[in-house]
């Protein structure tokens, strides 16, 4: 089965930069998506397809994609933005991939 | 405005049987498929399985395959997830969430506010 692997916490600033990994074989020919989950509520699209936002997702939220890594970067980081994140891929063997999650601080 | 509706909050014990539902609004029910994932307690997202409304053909994580049944009735554009015989690890917080588009690989773009499921031993 296909797995997705995810530091399991990121700690960061306020005002400063967040970089969220999702490791997987060869994830740069999959199209990863990332979702953000706060405490009690349920999970919301922040990125899909790699890069793309849906609307209402603000500007800071970027993604990358390449070799066995996918990046989800929050820039300018807010009180607000801590939550768990979530990488996602499809497999054709495994179908719907949830990586294990990743638990963001801002100190 | 899309939303996804769940039942509300459910307690069982081991053995018996639960559906819980998701009721959507806002778009056309069979234009988007529907997954249902379960998050535990303290772990992280897990996909259960995702069914095409258009004509109930359903796919199954081999995890959940053969212990729970994803059922649609267009009538009331619902999608269900059922139990025939719960066990105690059941015990979860469990979403439906839409697929962005009818074509495998697209992302889950609205997602229901979760039915928690508690079952005792």
């Known amino acids: 089965s296909y797995v997705l692997t995810q530091p399991p916490s990121v700690s960061v600033a306020p005002g400063q930069t967040a970089r969220i990994t999702c490791g997987g074989n060869?994830?740069?020919?999959?199209?990863v998506h990332w979702y953000q989950q706060k405490p009690g509520q349920a999970p919301v699209l922040v990125i899909f397809?790699?890069?793309d936002r849906p609307s209402g997702i603000p500007e800071r939220f970027s993604g990358s994609n390449s070799g066995n890594t996918a990046t989800l970067t929050i820039s300018r980081v807010e009180a607000g933005d801590e939550a768990d994140y979530y990488c996602q891929v499809w497999d054709s063997i495994s179908d719907v991939v949830f990586g294990g999650g990743t638990n963001l601080t801002v100190l | 405005e899309v939303q996804l509706v769940q039942s509300g909050a459910e307690v069982r014990k081991a053995g018996e049987s639960l559906t819980i539902s998701c009721k959507v609004s806002?778009?056309?029910?069979?234009?988007?498929?529907i997954s249902w994932v379960r998050h535990m307690p303290g772990k992280g997202l897990e996909w259960i399985g995702r069914i095409d409304p258009t004509d109930s053909y359903t796919n199954y994580s081999p995890s959940f395959q053969g212990h729970v049944t994803i059922s649609s009735d267009k009538s009331f554009s619902t999608a269900y997830l059922q139990w025939s015989s719960l066990r105690a690890s059941d015990t979860a917080m469990y979403y439906c969430?839409?697929?962005?588009?009818?074509?495998?690989?697209?992302?889950?773009?609205?997602w229901g506010q979760g039915t928690l499921v508690t079952v005792s031993s």
């Open positions: 060869s994830i740069g020919s999959k199209s």
């Open positions: 969430a839409r697929q962005q588009e009818l074509k495998v690989g697209a992302a889950l773009d609205y």
């Open positions: 397809y790699d890069s």
């Open positions: 806002g778009y056309s029910f069979t234009s988007h498929w």
